[in-house]
């Protein structure tokens, strides 16, 4: 009987890394989304550091970030075998044959060697080398991660991962943004920065004020460092976007929770959704949108999905990435629920990215979406904390409703 192979680390994380920061915030985390009139005042005075944490901040700059983790135990054996969900092993090994059947057409120059290169049955994720910590340096087992993670009520973890940049390090504004909804509107237990190499920039600092002054930094801010992916499997990654892809599955496969790309703005408490094992959006009739889903740790929809990429055909765009989870939702609807229109409507396609970039207000946001991808690689246009006020758009409503609290254009 095939065993679920997931290699857990067996000595202690020498991380190189510690985010430090201090400076002002925007909301509370213990303040409630209602409470418009305190984020608002509250907001006014956003990003505008005292003398005395500017100083501080200014003088922590000045030092090198790149320090040793020091030394801590971590909170639970590295040996432990504590497990958040038990994988449907019995399902996986039952439906394998059918799932190379799923797969094959969208292997492209793999097609004639599905059956050669689809030898595991069970997802095979390597943590050995993933190193997690907390800001202040305490070192984290994958186990206790879990078991920080754990909630009895849900299916699916209160927690958000990011991928943060890792070819060009650099957080751009819209990035900025995008974090702090997932922050102060889905409210998570954690938050989990995934990252290959120190993040740098003006809205990296400005991110770290806010989350440092506003409590969260050092409370809900989860650390974990990997590097990027050459392989899964026996198959090369190479592409960027395919190297992201590994990257939040396997986040997910293990943890659990809410992936979101850095373009993706939340907007609406997805906790409804936490009841399901597996949900993600529709972007087209045929595809599936990656760029945001929530997963319980070891779901059998993210399973199949994983295990897929035995046969990737990494030349190739979106088979795997979009067309496959489409494709594993109307095979097997018990385990994935699909959202139409709430987290990649509108879509990319001309007729509607309009409707986020234009001036026209022809897609009700506020009741419509949990969140919305924002395809910002289609739109070249840059923007500050003073311009976003400014800006005649759906994106400048749902923005400036991130950052003040209030949508309204400033003419």
Not at 13 to 42: C, N, P, W
Not at 282 to 308: D, I, K, M, Y
Request: glycine fraction near 4%; charged fraction near 20%; aromatic fraction near 12%.
């Amino acid at each position: 009987m095939h065993r679920p192979i997931i290699k857990r680390c067996e000595s202690a994380f020498i991380a190189t890394l510690i985010f430090s920061a201090m400076a002002t915030g925007i909301f509370y985390f213990d303040s409630h989304v209602s409470q418009s009139g305190r984020q608002k005042v509250q907001l006014k005075q956003s990003w505008v550091a005292s003398e005395q944490f500017g100083a501080i901040f200014d003088k922590i700059k000045s030092n090198s970030l790149l320090m040793a983790v020091q030394a801590a135990k971590s909170r639970s054996p590295a040996n432990a075998k504590y497990q958040y969900a038990k994988l449907d092993e019995s399902f996986l090994i039952n439906n394998f044959q059918r799932l190379k059947t799923i797969v094959r057409p969208l292997s492209k120059k793999y097609t004639a060697k599905v059956d050669q290169l689809m030898v595991h049955r069970l997802p095979v994720v390597d943590t050995k080398h993933w190193e997690l910590h907390r800001p202040n340096g305490e070192r984290l087992s994958v186990q206790a991660v879990q078991q920080l993670l754990r909630d009895p009520n849900y299916k699916v973890p209160n927690a958000v991962h990011y991928i943060l940049p890792f070819s060009d390090p650099v957080i751009q504004f819209h990035h900025l943004v995008c974090i702090l909804s997932g922050v102060w509107v889905l409210r998570p237990d954690f938050v989990i920065f995934w990252y290959s190499s120190e993040p740098k920039g003006q809205n990296w600092n400005l991110l770290k004020r806010n989350l440092t002054e506003s409590g969260v930094w050092f409370t809900k801010v989860l650390l974990a460092h990997r590097s990027v992916p050459k392989s899964v499997y026996t198959q090369p990654v190479l592409i960027r976007e395919h190297q992201s892809d590994v990257i939040r599955m396997e986040a997910l496969l293990v943890f659990g929770g809410v992936y979101s790309d850095l373009d993706v703005i939340s907007l609406r408490s997805m906790q409804p959704l936490r009841n399901y094992s597996f949900t993600i959006g529709r972007e087209l009739p045929q595809n599936l949108c990656n760029g945001v889903f929530l997963s319980a740790p070891n779901s059998t929809l993210l399973a199949l999905w994983h295990v897929a990429y035995q046969s990737l055909d990494d030349s190739s765009w979106g088979e795997h990435s979009l067309m496959l989870p489409n494709r594993l939702c109307h095979a097997f609807p018990e385990h994935c629920h699909v959202e139409q229109d709430s987290m990649d409507r509108p879509n990319f396609l001309p007729r509607e990215i309009v409707l986020i970039y234009g001036k026209q207000r022809g897609w009700d946001w506020r009741k419509k979406n949990y969140a919305m991808h924002l395809w910002y690689r289609m739109h070249k246009r840059k923007y500050s904390m003073e311009s976003i006020k400014h800006v005649d758009s759906m994106l400048g409503d749902m923005f400036r409703f991130v950052l003040f609290g209030n949508s309204t254009l400033v003419t």
